[in-house]
C-alpha cells in the first residue's frame, strides 16, 4: 500500500520567512496530494491541494510543488504570521474524490514573533 | 461550520466495553470515511462507506465495523475496546460520483478515552 513519509517533525521559523515542508510517497499511482492544517483539538483543515497533472499550485501566501518522476511533493508558506502555528498534514491519494488518503505523520511549525 | 457533525465530542470508557460514534455528513455528500488519529501522529485510514455499501478498509480488525444510512449519515462501532483505542476518530465526509466530485470535509472529531 501506500507509504507518506513528511519531514521534518519540527520546524520553527521567524515570523516574515519562509517555511518550506517536504513529502514522498511510495505508490506511483497517487494522483491527488492534498495539505491540511491541524491546529490544537481541531479539525483538519484544506489548505492547499495539487493533482498529478499539475506541476504547481499557488494560493497567496500558500504554494505547493509535485515531482510526480522523484514522488515527492511539498508545502512552502512566505511571509510567515503568528497563525501560521499549526499542525501540518500533507497526505496521498489516487484519486481525487472518495479515495482514501494516506497521510504524512506531521509537521508542528512554530512561527516565532 | 463545515456541515459535518460528530457526536459525542468526548467519550470515556472502559476496557473490554463498545462503544458508537455518530457522523452527519454534509449536505450532497454520499460518501463518509473514518480515521483515527493517535496523539501526535497523522490519521490513519478505518474505513469508507458508499451508498451504505463498505468501500475499502484500512489495517484495522474486524472488532471496528460501521454503518451508513440512506441520509447518508454513519456510525463507527468499536467492540472490546483496548488502552490503545484511545485517539480522536475523525468522519470525513465526500463525493465520488458526478459533476459534485469533492475532496474530504472532516468533521471535528470524538476524543475517545479508554481507561
Known amino acids: 500500500g501506500e507509504n507518506v513519509e513528511q519531514h521534518p517533525s519540527t520546524l520553527s521559523v521567524q515570523e516574515g520567512d519562509s517555511a518550506v515542508i517536504k513529502c514522498t510517497y511510495s505508490?506511483?499511482?497517487?494522483?491527488?496530494f492534498p495539505w491540511y492544517k491541524q491546529e490544537l483539538g481541531k479539525r483538519p483543515q484544506l489548505i492547499i491541494d495539487i493533482r498529478s497533472n499539475v506541476g504547481e499550485k499557488k494560493d497567496q501566501r500558500i504554494a505547493v510543488t509535485l515531482n510526480k518522476t522523484a514522488k515527492h511533493f511539498s508545502l512552502h508558506i512566505t511571509e510567515t504570521q503568528p497563525e501560521d502555528s499549526a499542525v501540518y498534514f500533507c497526505a496521498a491519494s489516487k484519486r481525487f474524490g472518495n479515495e482514501k488518503l494516506t497521510f504524512g505523520t506531521g509537521t508542528r511549525l512554530t512561527i516565532i514573533p | 461550520e463545515t456541515g459535518v457533525t460528530q457526536s459525542p465530542t468526548h467519550l470515556i470508557k472502559t476496557r473490554g466495553q463498545q462503544v458508537t460514534l455518530r457522523c452527519s455528513s454534509q449536505s450532497g455528500h454520499n460518501t463518509v470515511s473514518w480515521y483515527q488519529q493517535a496523539l501526535g501522529q497523522g490519521p490513519q485510514f478505518i474505513f469508507q462507506y458508499y451508498r451504505e455499501e463498505e468501500n475499502g478498509r484500512g489495517n484495522f480488525p474486524p472488532r471496528f465495523s460501521g454503518l451508513q444510512f440512506p441520509n447518508y449519515s454513519s456510525e463507527l462501532n468499536v467492540n472490546a475496546l483496548e488502552l490503545d483505542d484511545s485517539a480522536l476518530y475523525l468522519c470525513a465526509s465526500s463525493t465520488g460520483s458526478g459533476l459534485g466530485l469533492s475532496g474530504y470535509t472532516f468533521g471535528s472529531g470524538t476524543r475517545l478515552t479508554v481507561v
Open positions: 505508490d506511483s499511482a497517487s494522483n491527488y
